[in-house]
């Protein structure tokens, strides 16, 4: 069995390698794919003659799709190399995108978002992997920190942008968007050199991989984690418009001040390099743990809940990102394997996140909500620590 080596705090004059902004580019289309439909399902359920409720099933069909293929497919990753299969996953893309772009009825639309989730289940992956596979030595924590910084993109631009486009033109446009730059992202995928890598003579089975040592722990963190921030992220904006009194179109904060503290934890990169991994990955737990304590005590205040939503977007970057470093530096041969449960585990945890917190959040407010994910963050923090 591989030792885990965590990755080493030298390194600082090695440069990025430019092949990571495309895997930049890769997550910032899969992400835009994930978030469009919220801002847009009015003008779909109006095409269609559906509920909204109706249409968000596409939503609920991707993360299906994502779920199975990262469990399943994912493997295929350390048999066949990232670089490949991350090829063909983004293949498959642009063609669920532009199918979901020309869909006469919701059940079509339904059934590409399955098809795109089927290929994103097993993109990133891929794209982790293949990051952690490229990173200098002593520099994973922030070639990985590049890569992830395409989910800012994608909430930043992608959602924002959304709305916009399709309130002035269609909502068809919007998906035939994304898929124009999935197309685009493939061919620059085509530029990329392949790394070499370790990889397995035959796929792992990921029931398998749960026995390797150091990462149940880890999964739980994870799935604690996401599981908390998904929860309470779902109903955040109800919170704004119905306890803060602001309108719906100021939920645009949101998304603008969690992603500026997440932008500004990626200009801290070095930060991984002065504390370590392990000890930084706690620490950014124990913060997010914290944030949420204090949203549920004084997050009666608008002022107040923007300010603490940086300091989660600040803190949530490190705990994603240290947790893909850790769990990669696992078994550098299976990291394919590894980052299709990590991708499974936070499929789930959205589903359970999102279902369970809106019991609480009908129970007892956005406070319970938030003691809640305080809770859950707080388990995920000890499950880092915990020794082989």
């Known amino acids: 069995m591989t030792q885990q080596q965590l990755p080493a705090s030298g390194g600082p004059g090695q440069r990025i390698p430019r092949s990571a902004y495309v895997l930049t580019g ?74 979901s772009a020309l869909s006469p009825m919701v059940a079509v ?30 520099r994973e924590s922030k070639t990985i920190g590049v890569v992830l910084s395409g989910w800012m993109l994608s909430m930043v631009v992608g959602v924002s942008l959304a709305a916009i486009i399709a309130d002035l033109t269609h909502w068809r446009v919007v998906y035939g968007v994304v898929a124009l730059l999935a197309v685009l992202a493939l061919a620059l995928l085509s530029l990329v050199k392949r790394q070499a890598a370790p990889s397995a003579d035959k796929g792992t089975s990921p029931f398998a991989a749960l026995g390797l040592a150091g990462i149940r722990p880890l999964l739980f963190a994870c799935g604690a984690f996401m599981m908390a921030f998904y929860g309470l992220y779902a109903y955040l904006g109800d919170y704004f418009h119905s306890k803060l009194g602001q309108p719906v179109s100021a939920n645009g904060l949101i998304t603008l001040v969690y992603s500026m503290g997440f932008g500004s934890a990626i200009l801290m990169g070095g930060l991984v390099n002065r504390v370590g991994v392990r000890r930084m990955l706690s620490t950014a737990l124990f913060w997010v743990a914290a944030v949420y304590l204090l949203l549920g005590a004084i997050g009666s205040g608008l002022a107040a809940v923007l300010c603490l939503l940086a300091a989660l977007g600040f803190g949530n970057y490190y705990g994603i990102n240290l947790l893909i470093v850790r769990l990669t530096a696992i078994d550098p041969a299976k990291r394919g394997t590894i980052m299709g449960l990590h991708s499974t585990v936070t499929n789930l945890a959205v589903f359970a996140g999102t279902s369970s917190f809106g019991l609480v959040y009908e129970a007892g407010g956005f406070a319970m909500t938030a003691y809640a994910a305080t809770a859950l963050t707080l388990a995920a923090a000890v499950a880092s620590m915990a020794r082989r």
């Open 26 to 99: 890769c997550v910032g289309v899969i992400g835009a794919n994930s978030l469009v439909l919220g801002p847009i399902a009015p003008e779909v359920s109006r095409s269609f003659g559906a509920d909204v409720a109706t249409v968000m099933m596409a939503t609920a069909a991707f993360g299906f799709g994502a779920a199975i293929s990262s469990l399943f497919l994912a493997p295929r990753i350390d048999r066949f190399g990232a670089h490949r299969m991350l090829r063909l996953a983004m293949t498959l893309l642009p063609i669920a995108l532009a199918a």
């Open 109 to 138: 639309l339904v059934l590409a978002q399955f098809a795109a989730g089927i290929a994103s289940g097993v993109a990133l992956p891929a794209i982790y992997a293949g990051a952690a596979n490229m990173a200098p030595p002593g």
